[in-house]
């Protein structure tokens, strides 16, 4: 339950940090195609058939590139090369353990911590148990997918079937 507050609140409390996020189209006065629902776009699947990207929402199903969300599946034992983003990376732990060094600083993060990479930092991610470690990621601005998942074997997913819902269903 908590995880899912806190998810909530990264989701839709992005307006305090990033208000170009969460601005709307229909603010502009234009219309824009997106799913109201989703399972996710697409997967990376890795030479071992598991899955590393889950992304959940970019600009194929947001209809605009001012936020991403995924979840990534860290393999056990596994250490991340450093690297940087050009965007905000909000890194929030699902299970397992990651070990978040930005800069040369780190902490191990644990189910319920969070880990911030601002643009232009180096960040590796590294994982030192014996089990997978599963975070959601919020990358904002967007464009990271596609910068990180250029060369990857992707797998699409399907769209959840949305019908038209009386107005006054809920009365």
């Known amino acids: 339950m908590r995880m899912n507050l806190l998810c909530l609140s990264l989701v839709f409390g992005t307006g305090l940090l990033f208000p170009a996020a969460v601005a709307t189209a229909q603010d502009e006065g234009e219309s824009v195609d997106y799913d109201v629902v989703t399972a996710g776009t697409r997967v990376v699947v890795r030479p071992d058939g598991s899955e590393g990207i889950k992304m959940l ?4 199903n947001l209809g605009s590139d001012n936020l991403e ?4 599946t860290f393999p056990p034992n596994s250490h991340g090369r450093s690297h940087a ?12 353990q990651l070990t978040h060094v930005v800069n040369g600083r ?4 644990t189910p319920g911590m969070v880990g911030i990479v601002r643009p232009g930092d180096t960040v590796e991610h590294i994982v030192e148990v014996d089990e997978p470690t599963r975070v959601l990621v919020i990358w904002a601005p967007g464009g990271e997918a ?9 797998r699409k997913i399907d ?7 009386p107005a006054d269903a809920g009365d």
């Open 106 to 109: 780190g902490a191990r993060l």
């Open 57 to 60: 929402v970019e600009a194929a």
């Open 146 to 154: 596609d910068r990180i998942l250029s060369r990857a074997n992707t």
């Open 159 to 165: 769209k959840v079937p949305v019908s038209d819902f």
């Open 85 to 96: 983003h050009h965007s905000i990376e909000i890194f929030y732990v699902l299970s397992g």
């Open 69 to 72: 969300i995924a979840e990534l």
